[in-house]
């Protein structure tokens, strides 16, 4: 006897209606959830569809409903704790409400996010979570939100798009880093992003492609100037990664005669490779230069020093998205709304007054 002619045979939508002795396409209406039944009828096939270990074929039910109970999500970077806690609230409210959870990663590149959509739409989504890589490349993301299926941007908004948006008031979040330094006594601050950029000395908003980013750097570089800082856009960088470009760049901002008495880190994987590079070059936290850093990562709290951080709503950014596309999902057709959560200072031990 062949391998394959031995191998159980799943059961069928057939073998359930027999079992529960109701018709097929009353078992197909109860199993595929897209038509009313009593309870009787539904406890019946529901049961025989237990015992009999039958699993659904979602490209067929897909195919007949137009929906698949899934839901697409393109997060810029996977690796990124800021992301997971996104896609881990996105994954618990989805299950919650009886989706599942596609996920792809952009690598912040916007051709793989258009594969990653184009994929994910082939699979017949019931909607998408995207966090957008770009803020001038969204073609592909205006043609989802023309063909009529729903669309949520996680973490970053695209103007020129009036769909559900849910992201941190990034804005008022760069202003309050840059208060607290300036209450510190320093005037001469840094900023430092790993947005992609030619050009790592930031030359002007029109550098930036995402909204987070601009956001952040704009409402840092207002409140302190407010504040009396001293030309603080000399020593924004941009471009930092993860393979050594973060020494090259510190290395560079505190060889300068005016050198900066305070940095700040756009993110956790930023902050990490500052304190690396920082720690490198014999630059001791907060003695000689202090440092704050964007999203409470776990790793920010048992350093010595210990960073303080900017708290983000990660776990709620993406619980909220999700939440958006369900109801989207089941028929709601209200005008695209911007939902803004706040962010919260974390004092710790990485800010004290400038050196003399």
């Given at each position: 006897?062949?391998?394959?002619?031995?191998?159980?045979?799943?059961?069928?939508?057939?073998?359930?209606a027999r079992e529960a002795?109701?018709?097929?396409?009353?078992?197909?209406?109860?199993?595929?959830?897209?038509?009313?039944?009593?309870?009787?009828?539904?406890?019946?096939?529901?049961?025989?569809?237990?015992?009999?270990?039958?699993?659904?074929?979602?490209?067929?039910?897909?195919?007949?409903?137009?929906?698949?109970?899934?839901?697409?999500?393109?997060?810029?970077?996977?690796?990124?704790?800021?992301?997971?806690?996104?896609?881990?609230?996105?994954?618990?409210?989805?299950?919650?409400?009886?989706?599942?959870?596609?996920?792809?990663?952009?690598?912040?590149?916007?051709?793989?996010?258009?594969?990653?959509?184009?994929?994910?739409?082939?699979?017949?989504?019931?909607?998408?979570?995207?966090?957008?890589?770009?803020?001038?490349?969204?073609?592909?993301?205006?043609?989802?939100?023309?063909?009529?299926?729903?669309?949520?941007?996680?973490?970053?908004?695209?103007?020129?798009?009036s769909v559900d948006t849910?992201?941190?008031?990034?804005?008022?979040?760069?202003?309050?880093?840059?208060?607290?330094?300036?209450?510190?006594?320093?005037?001469?601050?840094?900023?430092?992003?790993?947005?992609?950029?030619?050009?790592?000395?930031?030359?002007?908003?029109?550098?930036?492609?995402?909204?987070?980013?601009?956001?952040?750097?704009?409402?840092?570089?207002?409140?302190?100037?407010?504040?009396?800082?001293?030309?603080?856009?000399?020593?924004?960088?941009?471009?930092?990664?993860?393979?050594?470009?973060?020494?090259?760049?510190?290395?560079?901002?505190?060889?300068?005669?005016?050198?900066?008495?305070?940095?700040?880190?756009?993110?956790?994987?930023?902050?990490?490779?500052?304190?690396?590079?920082?720690?490198?070059?014999?630059?001791?936290?907060?003695?000689?230069?202090?440092?704050?850093?964007?999203?409470?990562?776990?790793?920010?709290?048992?350093?010595?020093?210990?960073?303080?951080?900017?708290?983000?709503?990660?776990?709620?950014?993406?619980?909220?998205?999700?939440?958006?596309?369900?109801?989207?999902?089941?028929?709601?057709?209200?005008?695209?709304?911007?939902?803004?959560?706040?962010?919260?200072?974390?004092?710790?031990?990485?800010?004290?007054?400038?050196?003399?």
């Amino acid at each position: 006897m062949s391998e394959s002619s031995s191998k159980p045979r799943d059961a069928t939508v057939q073998d359930v209606a027999r079992e529960a002795g109701v018709s097929k396409a009353t078992a197909a209406r109860v199993l595929g959830g897209y038509s009313v039944t009593s309870p009787a009828v539904r406890d019946k096939v529901m049961t025989a569809a237990q015992s009999l270990n039958y699993r659904p074929n979602e490209v067929a039910r897909s195919m007949t409903t137009g929906r698949s109970r899934a839901i697409g999500v393109v997060v810029a970077d996977v690796e990124n704790p800021y992301f997971g806690l996104a896609v881990r609230g996105i994954s618990d409210v989805a299950r919650a409400e009886g989706f599942d959870v596609i996920l792809a990663n952009s690598g912040e590149d916007v051709e793989r996010e258009r594969d990653a959509i184009r994929m994910l739409l082939g699979k017949r989504v019931d909607g998408l979570i995207v966090t957008p890589a770009s803020v001038h490349d969204t073609e592909h993301l205006r043609a989802v939100e023309a063909s009529g299926r729903p669309i949520v941007l996680l973490d970053r908004y695209i103007p020129s798009m009036s769909v559900d948006t849910v992201v941190a008031d990034d804005r008022a979040a760069g202003a309050a880093v840059a208060r607290r330094l300036t209450e510190a006594g320093h005037r001469r601050i840094g900023y430092v992003s790993a947005t992609a950029c030619d050009d790592p000395v930031y030359r002007g908003p029109h550098q930036l492609h995402l909204s987070t980013v601009r956001d952040r750097i704009e409402g840092f570089l207002e409140a302190a100037a407010q504040a009396g800082g001293e030309g603080c856009e000399r020593y924004v960088r941009l471009g930092v990664n993860r393979l050594g470009g973060g020494l090259k760049i510190v290395a560079d901002l505190m060889a300068l005669p005016d050198r900066p008495t305070a940095l700040i880190a756009s993110d956790n994987v930023v902050a990490l490779e500052l304190f690396k590079a920082l720690r490198t070059l014999g630059i001791v936290i907060p003695r000689d230069l202090s440092l704050i850093a964007f999203h409470d990562a776990d790793w920010t709290s048992v350093t010595t020093p210990s960073i303080t951080v900017i708290a983000q709503p990660c776990y709620e950014l993406g619980a909220e998205s999700a939440a958006a596309l369900v109801r989207r999902a089941r028929g709601d057709t209200t005008a695209g709304q911007r939902i803004i959560l706040q962010t919260r200072l974390i004092e710790r031990e990485s800010v004290i007054p400038p050196p003399r």
